[in-house]
């Protein structure tokens, strides 16, 4: 019982070191809030579902992809515009555990943003994701 404490304390304290890696990408505000309870993102409130975010005023560079992880914490938001390419197309993901760049089939966890091709060096870029209350989310850069 007490190697299994030591081993949640280690894995909470690495779970939240913020991903600093420097990508190519520009700055791009990013101050979104999202209501759960709107068609578009009520999958939000199942496990291991995911919603697009499209680009526009505050919404990153290609928009965000945002996954509800089912675990702590329980939401993920990344830029979908691929962190080591100028790519005009934005990053998909298919339900699995990677995002994907069209341009170059670049793969990228959505566990972490932690590159998962050889010779890729960047972290997708992860943005702040707050829950408000059980139906509101705000996703920041800030």
């Known amino acids: 019982m007490r190697n299994l404490l030591l081993l949640f304390f280690i894995v909470s304290y690495f779970s939240c070191e913020k991903n600093e890696t420097n990508d190519i990408l ?8 999202i209501n759960l309870n709107l068609p578009l993102y009520q999958n939000l409130q199942i496990p291991t579902e995911w919603a697009y975010i499209d680009k526009g005023i505050n919404r990153g560079l290609q928009g965000i992809i945002i996954q509800s992880t089912g675990l702590t914490p329980p939401y993920k938001a990344y830029e979908r515009a691929c962190p080591n390419n100028d790519c005009t197309s934005p990053m998909v993901f298919d339900g699995s555990l990677k995002m ?3 341009c170059d089939n670049s793969e990228y966890s959505i566990i972490d943003g932690a590159p998962q091709t050889s010779g890729n060096f ?7 994701v707050n829950q408000i209350n ?3 989310l705000i996703i920041t850069n800030n």
């Open 134 to 136: 059980s139906s509101t």
């Open 122 to 128: 960047h972290f997708a870029r992860e943005y702040r």
């Open 100 to 102: 994907k760049c069209s």
């Open 26 to 33: 520009p700055y791009a505000t990013v101050d979104v809030t």
